[in-house]
């Protein structure tokens, strides 16, 4: 990661996504930190004035060669300093490849071998149940004109 880069991006907001594909969940295993060797769904930092379906998309492009498109929102996890959103991340092109940094190894896995598999985290496995559930709340976009009025509408 570039110095321009850590200093666009927003530490306490991070997005997933969990993309199905002919019955597959495509996972990526991760190479450093707590994740080095478990197999995640891609995802990662929002930049600072990017939304959340924005950074989807351009970290499932980074990360996988996949285009996704941001679907229902599946997930949320909360602390007293972040949050960690996870979308239904809708198949639209792409072949699967590693980007040979933060994954060495990108998976179209089923759904019931990634639930069982000791290298998927508990985390992942909670996503992956909510999207193979079709669970999740519809996206709806913020379409206001004037940013930062017309929050109800």
């Not at 666009?8 to 495509?26: A, F, H, M, P, Y």
């Not at 991340?89 to 990108?106: C, F, H, K, M, T």
């Not at 759904?111 to 079709?134: D, F, H, Q, R, Y």
Request: proline share 4%; glycine share 12%.
């Amino acid at each position: 990661m570039s110095e321009a880069d850590i200093e666009k991006t927003n530490w306490s907001q991070s997005v997933g996504g969990v993309c199905i594909r002919d019955g597959k969940v495509l996972l990526a295993r991760h190479t450093y930190g707590a994740g080095k060797g478990m197999f995640i769904i891609p995802g990662g930092y929002v930049n600072f004035g990017e939304i959340p379906e924005e950074t989807l998309v351009r970290e499932y492009q980074e990360e996988t060669g996949i285009t996704v498109k941001a679907g229902k929102l599946i997930g949320m996890r909360f602390s007293a300093k972040d949050w960690y959103a996870v979308f239904e991340a809708i198949y639209v092109e792409g072949e699967a490849r590693s980007d040979g940094d933060e994954n060495d190894q990108v998976v179209w896995m089923n759904p019931e071998e990634a639930l069982a598999n000791e290298s998927v985290p508990e985390l992942t496995k909670k996503m992956i149940s909510c999207a193979v559930s079709g669970k999740g709340f519809e996206l709806t976009p913020y379409n206001s004109k004037t940013p930062g009025r017309n929050l109800y509408i």
